[in-house]
């Protein structure tokens, strides 16, 4: 069954670092994209970044030169290396990939970012 399990977050001061990682099924891990969204308390679940199949990329303006996302084809794994931490980058952290006409998600790793 198709599925995906995040891993990496914790509690962090501003201008520190952390790395996430998915653990994807082979099934998910073989469709078009991969990539991360993230809610905070009160908010929408908003979009992060996003990787293809190839390694194409994109990213949230808001994250632009402090995220990076990759993938290890080898392991069924994506990442989300966060520098430069913010306290608004304070959320629960979403891996997702896509499958045909539908997108599985995972179960969310928190990530705060504070003094």
């Known amino acids: 069954q198709a599925q995906l399990v995040e891993s990496g977050g914790g509690v962090v001061q501003p201008g520190g670092s952390l790395r996430l990682s998915c653990a994807a099924s082979?099934?998910?891990?073989?469709?078009?994209?991969m990539g991360w969204y993230r809610q905070a308390p009160g908010k929408g679940r908003e979009f992060v970044a996003v990787?293809?199949?190839?390694?194409?990329?994109n990213y949230a303006d808001s994250v632009k030169g402090r995220f990076t996302i990759s993938r290890d084809n080898a392991k069924n794994t994506v990442y989300l290396q966060m520098n430069s931490l913010k306290p608004d980058d304070t959320a629960v952290y979403y891996c997702?990939?896509?499958?045909?006409?539908?997108?599985?998600w995972g179960q969310g790793t928190q990530v705060t970012v504070s003094s």
């Open positions: 082979g099934a998910i891990f073989s469709g078009n994209t």
């Open positions: 990787i293809t199949r190839l390694g194409n990329t």
């Open positions: 997702y990939g896509s499958l045909g006409l539908e997108n599985y």
